[in-house]
């Protein structure tokens, strides 16, 4: 596990580590969209955080 930056990506819903998201759900927060490529269980995958890879293997950016 690496322990998460300072700052993560988003402090606060609608993009959180304890919601689930269903596949194609977009998010936008730091002037950018993103699409949930999979279903995505709340917890699944942990923090929200750039360093987290598996992020970037279930989102992908949009705009």
């Known amino acids: ?3 998460p930056p300072e700052t993560p990506i988003v ?3 609608p993009w959180s580590a304890d919601m689930a998201y269903a ?3 977009e998010v936008s927060f730091g002037g950018h ?3 949930s490529k999979v279903p995505i269980a709340a917890g699944q995958y942990g923090a929200m955080t750039p360093d987290n890879p ?3 293997a279930v989102w992908e950016l949009v705009a």
């Open 11 to 13: 402090t606060a819903d």
């Open 54 to 56: 598996v992020l970037w």
């Open 33 to 35: 969209t993103y699409r």
């Open 23 to 25: 596949a194609g759900v």
């Open 1 to 3: 596990n690496v322990d």
